[in-house]
């Protein structure tokens, strides 16, 4: 034993900083690899026979974490950023809308009828728009002044459209989060914002500024819209994997989904970004007239539809074998 | 009862278990790390506001704040705060300053460093986690799951391990290949020497005899029964530091 641990003894002192080495170096050449991997095997064995020789010592703990370290460095990914990136948005994230374009319908749906359902609510009941607007936000409404007008006189655009993306993506981030709530918090939170919208357009369509409401959600409400519920449509699939599992236990079907629908949300946050500059410079600016701003909203929402199906970032549109 | 584990299956079959972090171990990486990233946060926005102002009283003018302000205080300080895990965590493969100092790491749940996505899924679900106020749901979690995970690890697959840097020593301090001292004997030496202070004078005094009649063949047991604890430390010092 002792003749074994002196031959071994100055390998292990080397060992912390051969590691810290390994471990922070991004590219190593094939000797180095190959180095790697005759230590990993060599630790092996050292570990194997200290064990055994050694059990429950400070140093068979000490070769342990060493040997777990050289594991993870020999079995981490690579680390080609460029061709994952290209990788998520040509292929991963397309193949995820695919996947859940009967949900994305299904909770454009219950957005629009809860939208429909706010416009009746408060078409029938004026007084109810109390519950949903506040106090300063009615009374401009009433003097015939929409709280969007002279908002860049207060607050300059940089700020307000940083201020905007901020908040749309957080709430995007939620309506999938809560869909953690077997689905019912993204339902919760899709049906609010629908019938938020349906309300705020029902009661300055009573002071006759629905028109002006209109003009100034044109540019980026679409988009905008569109990618709530399509953020709504991936947290009712975190739901559906805790309802009806995909795999042996829940907790694997949730990470199954999680892991899956999460990568969409890189492009819902991007698309939002635009948005989010869209709506701090276009949409309050009344210079802007109403058939630029549909141009900008539609030709967005094109870019949208092409970064969703990846054909923005080079995905070829596959046909059906015809033999088959 | 003994701390859960999970096993790093290896190609060579020499597997390793892994302890799971406690959710003492979490919190206590969790408050280091809310600390330094708040006073990060506090320092720029201080930092930010007196060059901005000349001081922190014009602050409560309502017409004072210009919107580089916005631009180049408030932002960046609210960046530091709220992206001081994800983008860490991506930097330092699985750890953070706090959880480097609390002893912990995060792994998959194969043990192995987790991916970017895996840590953003995992600091995406801190909204949930950090519900209804103080990171309630989260702790919960954390106490009533086996592997003692928040609702982020359980998206994410990833768990938080036990990872104390004391073992890089433990190899870098073991005794030269020329030396004739037993490798546990040398073991037991080291761990005497580290708790030296924290042992009661005469258990250390016993203690460091047994081990010192045991390795210095040098000393009769009645020249080691003469030395005080100074000099036995001493003896021990040398015995594992003999070219000190």
């Known amino acids: 034993m002792q003749a074994w641990l002196a031959s071994r003894v100055e390998t292990w002192r080397q060992l912390a900083p051969q590691l810290e080495a390994l471990e922070k170096s991004r590219n190593h050449s094939a000797a180095e690899a190959q180095q790697a991997i005759e230590l990993y095997r060599a630790l092996g064995r050292d570990l194997s026979i200290a064990r055994r020789i050694l059990p429950a010592s400070r140093v068979t703990k000490a070769l342990e974490h060493s040997y777990a370290k050289l594991h993870s460095i020999i079995y981490r990914k690579p680390h080609d950023w460029r061709a994952r990136l290209l990788s998520l948005f040509r292929d991963e994230i397309p193949e995820v809308v695919h996947e859940l374009r009967g949900a994305i319908l299904w909770v454009t749906l219950l957005f629009a009828l809860s939208a429909g359902a706010g416009w009746w609510l408060v078409s029938a009941h004026p007084e109810l728009i109390s519950l949903l607007a506040d106090e300063e936000t009615i009374n401009n409404v009433e003097r015939g002044k929409l709280w969007t007008e002279g908002i860049l006189n207060v607050t300059p655009s940089s700020v307000l459209s940083i201020g905007i993306l901020s908040n749309n993506i957080a709430v995007t981030l939620m309506a999938f989060c809560v869909g953690i709530f077997f689905g019912l918090g993204t339902f919760y939170l899709i049906a609010t914002n629908g019938l938020m919208l349906g309300a705020m357009f029902a009661f300055t369509h009573q002071h006759g500024l629905a028109g002006e409401l209109l003009k100034f959600v044109t540019a980026h409400g679409v988009v905008e819209l569109s990618v709530i519920c399509v953020a709504g449509a991936a947290g009712t699939m975190l739901g559906e994997s805790l309802i009806r599992p995909t795999h042996p236990t829940r907790r694997e079907s949730f990470q199954h989904a999680a892991t899956k629908v999460s990568r969409l949300l890189v492009l819902c946050a991007l698309l939002l970004v635009g948005c989010g500059f869209i709506e701090g410079y276009l949409s309050p600016d009344p210079q802007f007239p109403m058939i630029s701003r549909v141009i900008v909203g539609f030709g967005y929402g094109v870019v949208m539809v092409a970064a969703m199906t990846g054909h923005l970032f080079g995905r070829k549109r596959v046909r059906p074998d015809v033999d088959a | ?244």
């Open chain 2, 1 to 244: 009862m003994a701390a859960p584990q999970v096993t790093l299956q290896s190609i060579t079959g020499v597997d390793i278990e892994l302890r799971i972090a406690g959710v003492g171990s979490r919190s206590y990486a969790f408050v280091i790390d809310w600390h330094i990233r708040a006073m990060l946060a506090f320092s720029w926005w201080a930092v930010g506001t007196a060059l901005s102002f000349g001081g922190f009283t014009s602050l409560f003018n309502d017409d004072a704040a210009p919107s580089s302000y916005y631009l180049w205080v408030v932002m960046p300080t609210a960046v530091i705060y709220f992206f001081y895990h994800p983008v860490l965590e991506v930097l330092m493969r699985g750890s953070t300053p706090g959880k480097r100092m609390a002893g912990v790491r995060i792994v998959t749940r194969t043990g192995d460093i987790p991916n970017a996505g895996a840590l953003m899924i995992r600091n995406l679900f801190r909204l949930i986690d950090a519900l209804p106020f103080a990171y309630l749901v989260g702790l919960i979690a954390t106490m009533f799951t086996a592997q003692h995970v928040r609702i982020g690890d359980i998206a994410a697959g990833t768990l938080l391990i036990l990872d104390g840097k004391e073992h890089d020593v433990s190899l870098a301090r073991l005794a030269p290949a020329n030396s004739s001292l037993d490798p546990r004997a040398a073991d037991l030496i080291h761990e005497l020497l580290e708790r030296w202070w924290e042992l009661e004078y005469p258990t250390r005094r016993e203690l460091a005899r047994s081990l010192v009649a045991r390795t210095d063949k040098s000393l009769s047991p009645e020249q080691v029964g003469q030395l005080d604890a100074n000099e036995l430390r001493a003896r021990l010092e040398a015995l594992v530091n003999p070219t000190s």
